[in-house]
RNA sequence: GGAGAGCUGGCUGAGUGGUCGAAAGCGGCGGUCUUGAAAACCGUUGACCCGCGAGGGUCCGGGGGUUCGAAUCCCUCGCUCUCCGCCA
């Protein structure tokens, strides 16, 4: 959410900042809106100061004794008017309130113009396309006849866009996840965080999902409205939602390992084969809370940091800055991790690093005390993959095959595999 | 699943439907004293909204209701705790 300040403030800057993401705002609707809201919070609040005042004095000469019935007669059509007035005042409340909930975020100056992924902008490479003097197999034929991915027998179980994996892809995918796990506690200072994997409302609205996206959820049938999450970011940032963090507690590092699940619903057609889009996945997520002054600071860090995942797996990738109209609604500025793919002959998304600055503050009512004012101030916060676990299997096992089907485990992960160097087939 | 008790400021915890945004204590901050610290003492200390300001308004778990007036009464939802039952 925007502040309803800077709106109030500087409604055409906004605007033009909100265009190069390709989002109209509707100013003369939002202006109409505001007037009339500033009308009448300004009459309910006189009409609630009368009412305070004269019930006061009712108590007061309750208190001395006196009659107090020629007081009451006075205040008698006060309730109503007040009632009417605080009930349209509330309404148009909610209509703005709405309205600025499905305002999406400025852009930060240094994002890239464009309104497509054509328009982003590629920052760094790191490590060259692998090289290999055979015919490439892509992950679902290398984990079909490996006899250890089964997407039959998924489809079965559920539906399409399920995976069933086993033995050493399964341990692979396994070891991948603890590898992360321990490289971001042990070496990038973050704590280690275990969450609910159902979460409600409010946390979905905190961090944006809602309510312009539920389409894109699992939501529970029940008598709870629960919703599986479409990742980490989700509870781990509501943490601190109706929180004031006390300046000891600042920043906050947290890394968190969870399932997630999207509904894919509008990608029909895409990324249909195999485990690069399916409606359950895994994925360590790393999320930051700092002060505002920071967050660019903490962009960067957080960005190397699921960086170096790719670099000690020995995975080829490139840094790509998000143009403003590709990026998602909450973010100010996002970073793309894309890793090589051979079979796609490709780099394909593999993280996601964003600073949402207060976006999400302003919504989860995140803030932290200010030790120098005393005052709490809205905090920024951030998160990215650290990496998305099955993108993360799927680019080893392409770029670590060998010509006979079998593959090389990356030497890191080797100790996670009880000293494993290959996986054969079954 | 059954029965009961709660939910008040950063924390603990008072609060007869009427100058209660809320006692008191703790903690925090500032000061006195001290070479310094501790102790003691004094002072100070919630958040949000509207307004240039003076000032006004809202908030006692969330929402709704009764009333001229609600932390206090009623309804509802959520959460916490205790006992019983069941259980990985």
Redo the contacts with the bound molecule.
């Keep these: 959410m925007l502040d309803?300040?800077l709106l109030?403030k500087d409604l055409d800057a906004v605007t033009s900042q909100l265009a190069r993401r390709g989002f109209q705002l509707d100013k003369p609707g939002f202006q109409a809106l505001e007037d009339q809201r500033?009308q009448l919070?300004?009459r309910?609040?006189?009409l609630?100061?009368q009412?305070?005042?004269?019930?006061?004095?009712?108590?007061?000469a309750?208190?001395r004794g006196e009659d107090?019935q020629p007081?009451?007669d006075e205040?008698?059509d006060?309730?109503d008017q007040?009632?009417q007035a605080e009930?349209k005042l509330?309404e148009l409340q909610a209509v703005l309130n709405d309205t600025l909930m499905g305002i999406p975020n400025i852009p930060h100056e240094s994002v890239p113009d464009g309104l497509d992924e054509s328009a982003n902008v590629e920052i760094r490479r790191w490590g060259d396309p692998t090289q290999f003097d055979f015919a490439v197999k892509d992950h679902v034929d290398l984990g079909t006849q490996l006899g250890q991915m089964d997407f039959e027998t998924a489809a079965k179980l559920t539906g399409s866009r399920f995976a069933v994996m086993s033995n050493g892809i399964a341990r692979l995918h396994r070891a991948l996840t603890q590898f992360m796990l321990d490289l971001h506690t042990t070496e990038h200072g973050y704590v280690e965080t275990y969450v609910p994997y159902l979460v409600n409302a409010d946390s979905l609205r905190g961090t944006g999902q809602l309510p312009k996206f539920e389409e894109d959820l699992f939501k529970l049938q029940g008598?709870?409205e629960y919703y599986l999450i479409p990742t980490a970011e989700v509870p781990v940032t509501n943490i601190v939602r109706d929180v004031?963090i006390d300046d000891d507690y600042m920043p906050r590092k947290y890394v968190c390992h969870t399932p997630c699940f999207r509904s894919e619903a509008g990608s029909y057609g895409k990324d249909t084969r195999g485990m690069i889009r399916q409606h359950q996945f895994e994925k360590v997520e790393l999320v930051r809370v700092v002060r505002a002054e920071d967050s660019y600071q903490a962009l960067e860090e957080l960005t190397a940091n699921a960086e170096e995942v790719l670099k000690r797996l020995k995975l080829p990738y490139r840094l790509v800055a998000l143009c403003a109209g590709d990026m998602g609604f909450s973010a100010a500025k996002t970073y793309d991790l894309e890793v090589w793919l051979p079979a796609q002959d490709t780099y394909r998304e593999i993280s996601s690093c964003s600073n949402f600055e207060s976006f999400q503050a302003r919504r989860m009512?995140a803030?932290w005390?200010n030790p120098d004012t005393?005052?709490?101030?809205l905090v920024h916060t951030l998160n990215g993959s650290g990496l998305a676990v099955g993108r993360t299997l799927v680019a080893v096992m392409e770029n670590y095959q060998r010509a006979d089907g079998s593959i090389e485990i990356p030497e890191v992960i080797r100790p996670y595999m009880g000293g494993m160097t290959e996986i054969k087939p079954s």
């Design positions: 309803s300040q109030r500033r919070q300004t309910t609040q006189e609630q100061n009412r305070n005042k004269q019930s006061k004095a009712i108590g007061q309750k208190a107090i007081l009451r205040v008698a006060l309730g007040l009632k009930a509330r008598e709870h004031i009512k803030r005390r005393g005052k709490p101030e």
